[in-house]
């Protein structure tokens, strides 16, 4: 689910990832998935179907203390790739990324990032 923020920015094909928590079931390259946000409260809501996207990549990524930003553990990003992140994923800039980080789910962050395409579905 995507808050509000992000909505425009989805339809608009502006954000092409999404960094999130681990979860149970990792998505994997060429699963089909749906965007969704919440018309509403969340969970006293209907969802709202954004797009439907084929993912295309799937990388872990860490956010540490001194706003590094790490994928596959091994590759610090230069800050131009950090630009080209924080735009992919819908922010203004990387010091508005990893804000949005640091105060929703604190430092050091670990989660995977997961990169799109248009679904074919």
């Known amino acids: 689910m995507f808050q509000p923020r992000f909505v425009p920015l989805i339809l608009d094909g502006t954000k092409t990832s999404t960094i999130r928590l681990p979860r149970k079931r990792?998505?994997?390259v060429g699963d089909i998935c749906d965007l969704r946000t919440?018309?509403?409260r969340p969970y006293a809501s209907k969802q709202r179907k954004l797009r439907?996207?084929?993912c295309a990549a799937v990388l872990s990524v860490e956010i540490d203390e001194s706003w590094e930003v790490w994928l596959h553990g091994n590759k610090r990003l230069e800050i131009k790739e950090r630009r080209a992140l924080a735009r992919g994923?819908?922010?203004?800039?990387p010091m508005d990324m990893l804000t949005w980080f640091r105060?929703?789910?604190g430092m050091p962050f670990r989660g995977t990032?997961?990169?799109w395409k248009e679904g074919l579905a």
């Open 26 to 28: 990792e998505v994997r």
């Open 113 to 115: 990032l997961y990169r």
């Open 89 to 93: 994923e819908g922010f203004y800039s």
């Open 52 to 54: 439907e996207v084929v």
């Open 103 to 105: 105060d929703t789910h």
């Open 38 to 40: 919440w018309t509403g």
